[in-house]
């Protein structure tokens, strides 16, 4: 009996955090990432979505739940990506902490300009975002403030280790200025590229080139065979310089594409762990823009 | 001279209309500071509306001049124009996404499911209607062959931090209007900890806690029919639940209902409360893409229906205990495939009061029920299947110290494949090979189904 009671108390001890470490959860692959550059191995970090699952489409498995009840902060993309499961999320969490209006709940959106908002919306018009495209971590100009308001709000939970945020803070921050002095030699400026998804709109802005048409037809909804047969001949006509697709979803459909108009696909990869070579946001950042070269 | 004459008459020219316009300008002039005076306004005007603009433009509130329109041109290839540059130097701008996305406080998010099907079966209007399942149940399908089916309102939104309210009222075809559900849930509890009040679907089991338009089948199986009814066990009540800290999903919950369901409990069994429930499910992750989840409950309390027999009341107590296993495998967005089954076993004993008849006789029967069923997913359709039945283990139906026969054991088979257009509509078509009328003879069951949702992006519940 004694013994067991023993082993009940270490096993509590076991599960109960030793209260030293910030529980982060994150949503995306990007953003746990960033989090683990500022918080290192101070904080414990679950990322919840997979790179190769549709961030559109998500459902809020009991094992996320657990991690969400567990959690000193929760940070997300926002702008209603995570929509389909989130709200969920947060009230199945049963934890006060990460309740929206409270600091453990990040909201990542709030730090940037957001761009295609709309302001009159249905879904006849497909799965289009309300509050503005929600795809806007690849960057570099959003990055900063977004890594600086995630320092901000480790600093707030965890005052303890803002000194120590604070230096990753400024190691990043170098590491991008030295970064987009690389990433601005790369020949992408004035490129013109037809994309399966919305995805690369603030890229091609703060890069330089333009995106001039979408193998969706409305987001979210795959494009009729009418709509491909007026992109082919209209792709034919401007020649642009290639199809962009994320690695998971659309390349099918980009490569038939592709193979009907001689334009090249170009796979980007959209988040980290997405392609091999993609461990963190800057080497993400690399292949993405090489890719496009 | 002629000269002089000239210079003269020039002179009176050029004054005559100076001397008529002598009163004149003074009031042009006063035109002209009046008119500047109101540019200067209007001036001022506009930069305070430069300066309100600029403003909202830093706080990112100004919607894109974009239209929709434009948003997604009908020629692919027409240039977007390119979205403007906002100066934004504030690291927080205080535009924080609500709970539920938006930030419209002024109204609830609001939802309107529409689910309709055409239903034909072997069975009359009159046995659609009474049939039941003999030595279960006398409550029929209560469909009509023909055109069924339902409005469904939902409304819901957070109260203020420390509780979410939600409510769900289905508007029948006939043009009944029911409080299906209506209850807070809160949100500030210590961790781990949750209430729930108000009327609701219980956390028994796996299936009762779904809606309907989010069933995987048309309608509810054979156990659910046969033990709690065709809407599940929606009771007004109390539920906590709690989320042990343990390295794996667990998840502990208990309810004291009213005890409403006219099958298992029955409005007037007792006075007061007199349903208790409680349950613990648990769930793991198999891999990235695959999870299993397991669950043991129980629900029990007083009885009093009329469902049992017809003609009849039963007065009585009643325990209903259900095991649950649910694993899906969610590889991509374009296939995933789930599994789900229960088990149920339900005690009952007490009077039954034949009404012809003065002295009741005592019942006692331990019924038992399980189904299987299985979901594919390719794309934008799915393909399931599904098999239940009755008295798997146990069929005992003691009445007066004798054993009832109530014919052969009522199982179904059921075929179903969907067509989703979007998250938004769905097309289905069932099928039901159906052996539940006790008489041995099989009704062949078909439904054309379609959902459609509006309104508030509902969450999908796993």
């Not at chain 1, 995306?28 to 990322?47: C, F, H, M, Q, Y």
């Not at chain 1, 989130?86 to 959106?109: A, F, M, T, V, Y």
């Not at chain 2, 406080?105 to 399942?133: E, H, K, R, W, Y």
């Not at chain 2, 659910?224 to 066990?233: I, K, N, T």
């Amino acid at each position: 009996m004694k013994k067991t009671i023993l082993t009940l108390i270490a096993l509590f001890l076991w599960f109960t955090p030793a209260a030293a470490k910030l529980n982060v959860v994150a949503t995306l692959p990007w953003i746990g990432s960033v989090t683990e550059a500022i918080g290192k191995d101070r904080i414990n970090v679950t990322v919840l979505v997979k790179p190769s699952q549709d961030p559109h489409l998500i459902e809020a498995k009991p094992s996320m739940i657990l991690a969400s009840r567990n959690a000193d902060l929760l940070i997300y993309n926002g702008l209603d990506l995570e929509i389909g499961y989130l709200p969920l999320l947060i009230e199945s969490s049963r934890n006060p902490k990460i309740q929206p209006g409270h600091p453990g709940n990040l909201d990542c959106s709030q730090f940037i300009d957001v761009i295609e908002r709309h302001q009159a919306v249905d879904r006849s018009m497909g799965d289009v975002h309300p509050l503005g495209n929600p795809h806007y971590h690849m960057s570099p100009t959003n990055m900063a403030r977004i890594v600086r308001g995630i320092t901000q709000t480790l600093s707030e939970l965890d005052p303890a280790n803002s000194a120590f945020y604070a230096s990753n803070l400024k190691s990043f921050e170098d590491r991008l200025k030295e970064k987009q002095k690389q990433w601005s030699l790369i020949p992408v400026r004035g490129k013109r590229f037809v994309a399966y998804h919305k995805y690369f709109e603030y890229m091609a802005k703060e890069f330089g080139f333009e995106l001039i048409g979408y193998v969706e037809e409305k987001p979210g909804i795959p494009p009729s065979a009418g709509y491909l047969e007026r992109l082919v001949e209209s792709m034919k006509r401007t020649k642009p310089d290639g199809i962009l697709v994320t690695p998971y979803y659309g390349t099918r459909e980009v490569e038939a594409l592709s193979r009907m108009t001689g334009v090249k696909t170009i796979i980007v990869p959209h988040d980290v762990g997405s392609v091999p070579g993609a461990t963190d946001w800057f080497s993400l950042m690399d292949s993405a823009l090489q890719a496009l070269k | 001279m002629q000269r002089r004459i000239i210079l003269f008459l020039c002179m009176f020219a050029f004054c005559l209309p100076g001397l008529a316009f002598g009163d004149d300008l003074e009031s042009r002039i006063r035109a002209m500071e009046e008119t500047l005076n109101r540019q200067q306004k209007t001036i001022e005007e506009q930069q305070k509306i430069i300066k309100e603009m600029q403003e909202q433009i830093k706080q990112g509130s100004v919607a894109e001049k974009q239209g929709p329109g434009e948003k997604q041109p009908i020629a692919p290839v027409a240039v977007a124009p390119p979205p403007e540059q906002k100066p934004g130097e504030d690291q927080k701008a205080g535009k924080v996404t609500g709970l539920f996305g938006g930030s419209a406080m002024s109204n609830p998010n609001i939802s309107l499911v529409l689910n309709t099907f055409a239903f034909g079966s072997n069975q009359t209007s009159d046995q659609l209607q009474n049939q039941g399942i003999p030595g279960y149940t006398t409550t029929g399908l209560g469909l009509k062959n023909g055109f069924n089916g339902d409005a469904e309102i939902s409304l819901f939104a957070p109260v203020d931090p420390y509780f979410n309210l939600y409510a769900t009222i289905p508007i029948s075809f006939n043009g009944e209007v029911e409080l299906e559900e209506a209850y807070f849930v809160t949100t500030a509890l210590p961790q781990g900890h949750q209430l729930k009040g108000g009327k609701f679907r219980s956390g028994f089991s796996r299936f009762n806690a779904q809606h309907e338009h989010a069933w995987d089948f048309t309608d509810t199986s054979l156990p659910y029919r046969a033990f709690l009814g065709e809407e599940g066990l929606i009771e007004p009540g109390a539920q906590y639940t709690y989320i042990l800290p343990l390295p794996f999903y667990t998840l502990f919950g208990a309810e004291i209902l009213q005890g409403q369901n006219p099958t298992l409990f029955g409005e007037d069994a007792a006075n007061g409360p007199h349903a208790f429930t409680g349950y613990l499910k648990t769930s793991f992750d198999l891999s990235d893409y695959s999870t299993m989840l397991l669950g043991v409950s129980v629900v029990g309390g007083k009885t009093q229906t009329d469902t049992v027999q017809p003609n009849s009341l039963f007065t009585g107590n009643s325990v209903l205990y259900d095991l649950e296993m649910y694993y899906k495998w969610k590889p991509s967005k374009y296939q995933s495939f789930s599994l789900q089954s229960e088990y149920m076993l339900r005690n009952q004993y007490g009077n039954l009061q034949d009404l012809g008849l003065d002295t009741p006789s005592y019942l006692e029967r331990t019924q038992d029920g399980f189904y299987v069923q299985g979901v594919y997913q390719w794309d934008r359709w799915r393909f399931g299947a599904r098999y239940d039945a009755l008295s798997i283990f146990t069929d005992t139906y003691n009445l007066a110290g004798q054993q009832q026969n109530f014919g052969p054991r009522p199982w179904r088979a059921t075929a179903m494949v969907d067509w989703n257009l979007s998250e938004f509509t769905r097309i289905r078509l069932q099928y039901i090979y159906d052996m539940t009328s006790g008489t041995g003879t099989t009704d062949n069951q078909v439904f054309l189904q379609l959902i459609f949702g509006i309104g508030a992006h509902a969450a999908h519940s796993f």
